[in-house]
């Protein structure tokens, strides 16, 4: 039988197991249609069906790729990098990131630049890969070249995949480089979600999605599954501010 069928089979409702689908649902808890929000590593904006523009007062995104210029989904795009962001201070009430973190090279300077330019509520949300998940050992071993083609694979553009540093990829490491930034881990979600790494075969389609299954039915083997959201700041989404200076 196909990977199609089991595909059907095994994921009756895909975003049910869809990570990028089960952040935006956490970050609805946190905005406001008064608040300003940063979207960090904001890419072309395609295909995204989770837009936040209506949402929230204003929405501005940064990347390095130029085509975050041209984003539909923002009210402005900036080429800009994490470790260097060119707002005021106190701009922004909630700032976030999705599939990022494990790109960046200097997170002491994302922290930071993310404490300079959040009010102090200080709230940034994250999606990431955990460190121990088979994906990311795979690419923590191989080329950028290699993960380059195995996404060409997938569909995805050559632009949109870039070199892998995972220097943020655990909650130690969070700790370590937010901690005296002013910033708390509030609260830190760990999910498996279908194996899309797999589609290449049957065989491994079916083991990926076993481990899915195993890996979110049992508790202590939370480290394992692939997608962490973590939340940091220092307080709860109700005392979140609005406005914006910059």
């Known amino acids: ?24 649902r956490t970050l609805d ?7 300003w929000v940063l979207d960090v590593g904001a890419g072309p904006g395609e295909e995204n069906p989770y837009a936040l523009r209506d949402r929230v007062r204003k929405l501005i995104g940064i990347d390095r790729d130029p085509r975050v210029e041209s984003n539909p ?5 900036l080429i800009a990098d994490g470790g260097s962001l060119p707002f005021k201070d106190d701009s ?18 994302l922290a930071s630049e993310l404490r300079r330019i959040l009010r102090p509520v200080r709230l940034f949300l994250a999606l990431t890969p955990s460190r121990f998940h088979y994906v990311s050992l795979i690419a923590s071993f191989t080329p950028t070249r290699f993960h380059r083609w ?5 569909a995805r553009k050559d632009q949109d ?14 700790q370590t480089h937010f ?41 202590w083997l939370a480290s394992l599954r692939v997608n962490f959201t973590r939340i940091l700041g220092n307080t709860k989404s109700g005392q979140v501010a609005s ?3 910059c």
């Open 92 to 109: 922004f009430d909630v700032a976030f990131s999705i599939y990022v973190l494990e790109n960046i090279v200097a997170p002491r300077a």
């Open 73 to 77: 989904l923002l009210y402005a795009g």
């Open 243 to 245: 406005g914006c200076s």
């Open 150 to 154: 195995i996404n060409n694979r997938r």
């Open 29 to 35: 808890g946190y905005v406001r249609t008064s608040l």
């Open 179 to 219: 901690r005296d930034k002013g910033f708390g881990i509030v609260e830190f979600d760990q999910f498996e979600v279908q194996p899309n790494y797999l589609l290449f075969s049957t065989p491994t389609y079916l083991l990926g999605a076993l481990y899915e299954r195993i890996a979110n039915a049992c508790d």
């Open 161 to 174: 995949t870039s070199p892998i540093h995972y220097r943020l990829k655990s909650r130690r490491q969070l």
């Open 1 to 24: 039988m196909s990977v199609r069928f089991w595909q059907e089979r095994l994921y009756k409702v895909p975003l049910s197991r869809d990570p990028v689908s089960r952040f935006y």
